[in-house]
């Protein structure tokens, strides 16, 4: 099909996906689709702010931006303490606390 990417490898315990190589954290599978899906909208918003503020050269739009990228990263579990580390009650928190912030901030 054009235009469709095939799903990244991932690490035979699932905790990591391979990209052009280098692994990189996989995002918490027990996160439900339709709420991963408004976490990673909210982090492509803030890498696009990032790239805004870098081009305008505002270090404080940027600071903020890149701060944005890190809680969506948290919330995805790609970041912080591994999902695979956490209860199940943990990582429900984690997701349900990071985008009722994102949410909050716009």
């Known amino acids: 099909m054009e235009g469709h990417r095939a799903p990244p490898q991932k ?3 699932g905790h990591f996906v391979v990209i052009k190589g280098r692994k990189w954290r996989a995002t918490d599978p027990l996160i439900p689709e ?3 899906a408004r976490l990673r909208r909210h982090l492509m918003a803030a890498r696009r702010a990032v790239r805004s503020a870098t081009t305008a ?8 931006a890149r701060a ?3 809680r969506s990263k948290i919330a995805l579990g790609e970041r912080g303490t591994p ?6 009650a943990e990582r429900r928190r984690r997701w349900e606390e990071g985008l009722a912030g ?5």
């Open 68 to 70: 944005r990228v890190n």
């Open 34 to 36: 339709d709420v991963a």
């Open 57 to 64: 050269d505002d270090a404080q739009a940027e600071r903020a």
């Open 102 to 106: 994102l949410d909050a901030e716009g």
């Open 83 to 88: 999902w695979w580390e956490q209860s199940e």
């Open 11 to 13: 690490t035979p315990d």
